[in-house]
C-alpha cells in the first residue's frame, strides 16, 4: 500500500487532517500549501495520486492539473473542493481530474477514493508496460528479452515474470507474500524464501553491484522495491 500521494492544499487544518488520514492508511504523504510550489514538486517526483485543491494561491488547481497533464504526469489526480456546480466539476474532469469531491466530506469516503483510485491507475500502467529500460538495462516483456549494454541476459521465464511485477509496482513496497500471490499464485510448495532466491538471481543479472543494488532493493521486514530514483 505504501504510495506515494502529494497532497496540495492551502488550509493548514485540511493539511493536517488529509494527511494523518492517509497517513494512518499507509501512504507517504507529502504535501505543498499553493499552485506554483505544488506543481514544482509534482512535476519532480514520483506520486501515484496527487490530491489537489481547487482553489489555490498562485496557480488555480486547474491549471496544475492541465499543466501536469500537458507534461505527461499519468498518476490519478483527485481534486477537493467547495463549490458543487456541476458545470466546475466538468471542467476539472476535461482537464484530466479523475475524481472529485466537495467539501466538506467524510474522512472514510476520501479515503476509499484514494484507494479505489490507485488500483485504477495500476492496472492502466500496467498495461502500458510492455519494454522499460533502467540503468545499463533494457527489457522487452513481449519478446521476453533482456539486455545489459547491448548484450544479451539469459533470463528465464519467472525471473521476468518477478521482474515485471517489480516494474508494474516501481517505487512501491511489494511483500513477499504478495508477490507470492502475484508471480507464484500461491502454490502450496513455494516459500518466502523463494522469493529471496529469484531476487538474488535478477540482481547477479542486472544490477551493477549487487551487494549494494540500485534498483531491486531490499525493504527490511516488508519485501522488496523497485527504485526508479
Known sequence: MN???LLIENEPELVVTVSDLLGAEGYQVEFAMDGPSGLARASSGQY????LDAMLPGKTGSD???ELRQSGFDGGI?????NSEVADR???LKLGVDDYMTKPFEPTELAARVEA????VGRQKRLRVT???FGEVEVDFERAEAYKRGQRINITAKELELLRYLVDNRDRVVTREEILRNVWQYTADISSRTVDVHV???RQKLERNTHQPQFIQTVRTKGYRFSTA
Open 200 to 202: 538474488s538471481w535478477l
Open 90 to 92: 466538468v471542467i476539472a
Open 64 to 66: 496544475v492539473c492541465r
Open 78 to 82: 483527485l481534486m477537493l473542493t467547495g
Open 131 to 133: 519494454t522499460y529500460r
Open 48 to 51: 501515484e495520486l496527487i490530491v
Open 117 to 120: 483510485l490507485l488500483r485504477r
Open 3 to 5: 504510495a506515494r500521494i
